[in-house]
């Protein structure tokens, strides 16, 4: 059994595309696109990434095995499942909250709370990781002592 694939670093080609959404400028929404590590589950989600923000609680250190994880928030309803393996397997970390992984490699991909109109995709899932540099640190009291965060800069518009 392998542990690489073709699909790793090129996403496949979503199923089916997007529905059209416009801003006011009539400019199309930015579209990003993400996968595991086998590639077998990918995703698309469109909009400005919104909330990207370290996570330090203990099931963010559990699941990933590392100190934090960087969570980009996307509106829920844009999120499409694009890869071969489709939807991901689910597991609920907290009674109203469900985190997405691919059952074929592990991959830990998203994070929906319940009655949210956003999802929460990993950042380092997302294939373009420009624009996610980390604002905030939930649960920094947990984060290990050895780790020194510098967050980025909120850009201001005018």
């Known amino acids: 059994m392998s542990n690489t694939s073709p699909h790793l670093g090129t996403p496949p080609v979503p199923a089916r595309p997007l529905p059209a959404t416009r801003a006011a400028s009539d400019a199309p929404a930015p579209v990003r696109t993400g996968h595991c590590q086998c590639g077998r589950t990918s995703y698309q989600v469109t909009g400005a990434p919104?909330?990207?923000?370290?996570?330090?609680?203990?099931?963010?250190?559990?699941?990933?095995?590392?100190?934090?994880?960087?969570?980009?928030?996307?509106?829920?309803?844009?999120?499409?499942?694009?890869?071969?393996?489709?939807?991901?397997?689910?597991?609920?970390?907290?009674?109203?909250?469900?985190?997405?992984?691919?059952?074929?490699?592990?991959?830990?991909?998203?994070?929906?709370?319940?009655?949210?109109?956003?999802?929460?995709?990993?950042?380092?899932?997302?294939t373009d990781q420009s624009g996610i540099e980390p604002l905030g640190h939930s649960h920094r009291e947990n984060a290990v002592p050895w780790m020194h965060i510098t967050l980025g800069r909120a850009v201001r518009s005018s």
């Open 50 to 126: 919104g909330d990207p923000h370290l996570c330090s609680c203990v099931h963010e250190t559990r699941i990933s095995g590392g100190p934090a994880v960087l969570w980009v928030g996307f509106p829920l309803d844009s999120l499409t499942w694009t890869g071969p393996g489709g939807e991901p397997k689910w597991y609920a970390t907290y009674p109203t909250l469900r985190r997405g992984f691919c059952p074929d490699c592990g991959t830990h991909l998203v994070s929906v709370a319940d009655g949210s109109s956003t999802v929460m995709v990993t950042g380092f899932s997302l």
